[in-house]
């Protein structure tokens, strides 16, 4: 009977310590904020997730004519991502999209889109432009590329819906193996 209780304990803990918490990872702020428009230019992205996260982190910027942005460093601590770019984003439409692993160790992608409205010199217009020009050429790497990452999201879309349905079933298993552990301890006193 000893030996089946300390098993159980084993177990709990185990199974603790995989889950230590039963939430995924989500963003709670950024800056810019999701749907805004900024009226400065920028060149770093700020987001704050609810929980800590990992070093692994990664991030994408792209504009709404689907070109991407060189992300030059991304420094992280605890849950504060800061994403500094090689220049200033020009006025236009982005989109900000991350893959995170959470404290849950679950792999988290979403993403956040925001206009850029900052009053323009010629300069950057010229600027832009040559970048459109620039960029047709890219344009058929993009569209795959954008293509790859619709399939990514889908495929994250259903290992969330998984690892929620596995985190009932653990949550499940818990209690019950609580419950055993319980009724085991409190026959031994009697
Ligand atoms: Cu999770």
Redesign the pocket.
């Known amino acids: 009977m000893k030996k089946i209780s300390i098993l159980l304990f084993v177990a709990t803990l185990f199974l603790f310590s995989a889950n230590t918490v039963f939430?995924?990872?989500h963003l709670d702020s950024s800056n810019p904020e999701d749907g805004t428009t900024v009226t400065e230019s920028i060149d770093t992205i700020e987001l704050n997730f609810d929980t800590v996260i990992e070093q692994n982190a990664t991030l994408q910027v792209e504009s709404s004519e689907g070109d991407t942005f060189e992300v030059t460093d991304i420094s992280i601590t605890d849950g504060e991502l800061v994403a500094t770019l090689d220049e200033d984003l020009a006025n236009g439409s982005y989109t900000v999209t991350w893959d995170i692993i959470?404290v849950?160790?679950?792999a988290?992608q979403d993403s956040i889109t925001f206009e850029v409205d900052a009053e323009s010199s010629e300069e950057e217009e010229i600027e832009e432009s040559t970048t459109a020009e620039e960029n047709e050429s890219m344009t058929e790497n993009n569209q795959s590329e954008s293509d790859d990452s619709t399939t990514a999201d889908e495929t994250n879309e259903e290992t969330a819906t998984d690892?929620s349905s596995n985190t009932m079933i653990i949550a499940i298993l818990l209690v019950a193996i609580i419950a055993i552990i319980a009724i085991v301890l409190i026959r031994k006193k009697k």
């Open positions: 939430a995924h990872t959470g849950d160790g679950h988290m690892s």
